[in-house]
């Protein structure tokens, strides 16, 4: 695996930013693209092999940065970030015992615990937003009034810590040598999946937070699984979607179990994040194959019915959707 190791202020200097001189008077999170995820590990290493071995990219360390507190100590943790062509995915192993990261990975395993929005502006800009969600009932847990991020904890309401952040890490995707092909890490991400109590509770607090029109919530029946599966059948879903920018948000409240979603909701004691999702196009059927010969386990989908959730909490902290066209007609 590449390793390039680097520091936090050479990982400041390798990030671009449209960072205009005048603030926004009044930000709003509803206009910025989402674009990364934060994964907590107790073991940066071996769950960026875990990465590597699975989407067929490698992960690139960006050594261990420091950033601080709100009350001025300072945290460390170890970092890799694993690359895909619109979007990437923060591997972060806490070191001191302090901070968000110590206290998430603790409270939630390995999992995704936050999400970074991109933001047009200045420090100032961060702060002020920063400060509006704290009033909307987020609790800042990570940056100083002078960093150009902040990150604002909304688990029980949203399910997940908001990052706004002011600038972007440059990346590339590189394939593995040996992956096979196509690699699934060189494929767009469509969207991240939440697992939710209320659907229509978490989608007026995601309205509220990101100063957003309410996402509609949609009933969907007829739930298929694999061959096998002992998840309720008659169980239906509430889903309410909207997009960031190029990728979609995606809340899920199971209404019946057992499923998926609501053995997940349960896991992490309520609202989390549970679903990175790709869209795969006529590869569907092999990466479908390739997932499960590493491990993944087949919890939701049907290839006829062109989705399918693969589950890999326990070596990458979440669950992989793949969507797309398959050759075959009939469900498993």
């Known amino acids: 695996m590449e390793r390039k190791g680097k520091t936090l202020a050479a990982l400041a200097m390798t990030m671009t930013s449209g960072m205009p001189s005048i603030s926004m008077a009044q930000p709003r999170l509803g206009e ?43 945290v460390t943790l170890k970092m890799s970030v694993v690359f895909f062509p619109n979007f990437y995915i923060k591997l972060q192993q806490p070191v001191s015992e302090n901070g968000p990261y110590a206290e998430g990975l603790r409270k939630y395993g390995t999992s995704i615990q936050n999400i970074q929005l991109l933001v047009e502006g200045d420090v100032q800009t961060i702060q002020a937003l920063r400060a509006d969600m704290v009033r909307k009932g987020g609790t800042w847990t990570l940056g100083v009034d002078t960093d150009f991020r902040a990150y604002v904890e909304f688990k029980e309401k949203l399910g997940i810590t908001l990052e706004p952040i002011t600038l972007r890490p440059k990346g590339k995707v590189i394939v593995a040598a040996g ?8 494929m767009p991400v469509t969207h991240i999946g939440f697992a939710v109590t209320d659907a229509r509770k978490t989608a007026e607090a995601y309205g509220h937070v990101f100063g957003i029109p309410v996402p509609e919530v949609r009933e969907i029946a007829h739930l298929r699984y694999p061959a096998g599966s002992t998840w309720n059948e008659t169980a239906h879903l509430r889903v309410a979607r909207w997009r960031q920018g190029e990728i979609g948000i995606e809340l899920t409240e199971s209404v019946g179990e057992p499923t998926p979603w609501s053995a997940f909701v349960k896991a992490q004691n309520g609202n989390a994040a549970q679903v990175i999702a790709f869209d795969v196009g006529s590869h569907f059927d092999e990466i479908l194959h390739d997932l499960q010969a590493k491990g993944g386990k087949w919890i939701f989908g049907t290839p006829a019915g062109g989705t399918a959730y693969l589950d890999f909490m326990s070596t990458l902290g979440l669950v992989i959707q793949i969507t797309g066209k398959s050759g075959q007609t009939s469900t498993q």
């Open 32 to 74: 910025a693209p989402l674009y990364a995820a934060g994964v907590y590990t107790p073991d940066v290493e071996e769950t960026a092999r875990q990465y590597e071995r699975v989407f067929g990219v490698v992960p690139q360390d960006f050594g261990t940065p420091t950033p601080s507190a709100p009350d001025g100590s300072t």
């Open 179 to 186: 992956a096979t092909a196509p690699a699934l890490g060189s």
